[in-house]
């Protein structure tokens, strides 16, 4: 019977992951389990660093952003004497599993414990990006999204007072998930993205038609990992072919941080309910997904043997179609 568990923060910070430890915490509660929080991602399980948590210290939480755990990119752990260690420690203060709430990166590590010492492991999908195979959507992405619609809401008023594009950079160094949802939420002219190879002249043709028929606001979106440099870089190539005045605008970490939607607060606490419940039964290895709005349990094999198709080209061509 499971006794202890010890619940982690990895990567970059998400909106929704402090209602995934509250779900956790309180549903192992329920079955009679207690909770330990390691401080600052897989830093804090390495260096022993945690601090004991209870139905009440998790709560006043999930209306928050970020991570009160704090997180980190560990490199130590890529190393398996290191591991070896923090699994030890782990043990001595009696923890049994661990829920790793992250990115893939950070599942990584969740697995080379299990498969290396046997520990149980879980993880929750938690990253802005929504680049976990096996999940529709993860913790923290519609909190982004709605983030960068608004300041794009906000840089169309300006657009349209003055009649300047704008080249806005959302967040997403390899993935074009949050660029293209915002793009069509915020009717976009255009969408650049890292994954989809972008016909500039295409969209300079188009822009200057939408110029000539007397639309004033116009506004690209830029994800940070594009190609051309992001919105600095596609500014240059793009503004300069067009006789109109160009600015630019980086959305950067303010996309980070920031209450919760109701959707990722209903996602985190379904996901770790649901993760708790399964460890419980005795399963490790898993990761809990969204699949067409229900928690569901997958490998997590099977979870880093794929990668997930983060740019949409339906939403990329949407936005175009319906620009105006
Ligand atoms: O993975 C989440 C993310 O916010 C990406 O969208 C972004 O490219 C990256 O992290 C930024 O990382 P950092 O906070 O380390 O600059």
């Given at each position: 019977?499971?006794?202890?568990?010890?619940?982690?923060?990895?990567?970059?910070?998400?909106?929704?992951?402090?209602?995934?430890?509250?779900?956790?915490?309180?549903?192992?509660?329920?079955?009679?389990?207690?909770?330990?929080?390691?401080?600052?991602?897989?830093?804090?399980?390495?260096?022993?660093?945690?601090?004991?948590?209870?139905?009440?210290?998790?709560?006043?939480?999930?209306?928050?952003?970020?991570?009160?755990?704090?997180?980190?990119?560990?490199?130590?752990?890529?190393d398996p004497d290191v591991r070896?260690?923090?699994?030890?420690?782990?043990?001595?203060?009696?923890?049994?599993?661990?829920?790793?709430?992250?990115?893939?990166?950070?599942?990584?590590?969740?697995?080379?414990?299990?498969?290396?010492?046997?520990?149980?492991?879980?993880?929750?999908?938690?990253?802005?990006?929504?680049?976990?195979?096996?999940?529709?959507?993860?913790?923290?992405?519609?909190?982004?999204?709605?983030?960068?619609?608004?300041?794009?809401?906000?840089?169309?008023?300006?657009?349209?007072?003055?009649?300047?594009?704008?080249?806005?950079?959302?967040?997403?160094?390899?993935?074009?998930?949050?660029?293209?949802?915002?793009?069509?939420?915020?009717?976009?002219?255009?969408?650049?993205?890292?994954?989809?190879?972008?016909?500039?002249?295409?969209?300079?043709?188009?822009?200057?038609?939408?110029?000539?028929?007397?639309?004033?606001?116009?506004?690209?979106?830029?994800?940070?990992?594009?190609?051309?440099?992001?919105?600095?870089?596609?500014?240059?190539?793009?503004?300069?072919?067009?006789?109109n005045e160009y600015r630019v605008?980086?959305?950067?970490?303010?996309?980070?941080?920031?209450?919760?939607?109701?959707?990722?607060?209903?996602?985190?606490?379904?996901?770790?309910?649901?993760?708790?419940?399964?460890?419980?039964?005795?399963?490790?290895?898993?990761?809990?997904?969204?699949?067409?709005?229900?928690?569901?349990?997958?490998?997590?094999?099977?979870?880093?043997?794929?990668?997930?198709?983060?740019?949409?080209?339906?939403?990329?061509?949407?936005?175009?179609?319906?620009?105006?």
């Amino acid at each position: 019977m499971l006794q202890r568990i010890g619940i982690l923060t990895s990567g970059g910070d998400a909106p929704g992951m402090n209602a995934a430890i509250r779900a956790c915490v309180r549903t192992a509660t329920e079955y009679g389990v207690t909770s330990v929080g390691y401080l600052d991602g897989f830093s804090g399980l390495v260096e022993n660093r945690y601090i004991e948590l209870d139905d009440r210290t998790v709560g006043n939480q999930i209306q928050r952003g970020g991570t009160f755990l704090g997180t980190s990119r560990s490199k130590a752990f890529l190393d398996p004497d290191v591991r070896a260690k923090a699994v030890q420690q782990m043990r001595d203060i009696g923890v049994e599993a661990l829920i790793v709430v992250g990115g893939d990166g950070s599942f990584r590590g969740a697995r080379a414990l299990e498969v290396e010492h046997g520990l149980a492991v879980a993880g929750l999908p938690g990253t802005i990006d929504n680049d976990v195979y096996g999940t529709d959507e993860t913790i923290g992405f519609d909190t982004a999204v709605n983030s960068a619609v608004q300041a794009v809401d906000k840089v169309r008023d300006t657009s349209e007072s003055t009649g300047m594009m704008f080249f806005v950079e959302v967040m997403g160094r390899t993935s074009g998930a949050i660029a293209v949802h915002t793009a069509v939420a915020a009717g976009a002219a255009g969408v650049l993205v890292p994954e989809e190879q972008e016909d500039f002249d295409r969209l300079v043709e188009r822009l200057r038609s939408s110029m000539a028929r007397g639309k004033r606001s116009h506004i690209i979106i830029v994800a940070e990992g594009e190609d051309a440099g992001g919105a600095f870089g596609a500014a240059e190539r793009v503004g300069s072919l067009l006789d109109n005045e160009y600015r630019v605008v980086i959305l950067g970490h303010t996309q980070r941080g920031g209450s919760p939607t109701m959707r990722d607060r209903i996602i985190a606490s379904q996901s770790g309910a649901l993760a708790i419940d399964a460890l419980a039964a005795g399963r490790s290895g898993f990761m809990i997904g969204m699949q067409r709005g229900q928690p569901v349990e997958i490998d997590l094999s099977e979870v880093l043997s794929h990668s997930r198709p983060t740019s949409r080209i339906d939403f990329v061509r949407l936005a175009g179609r319906i620009a105006g």
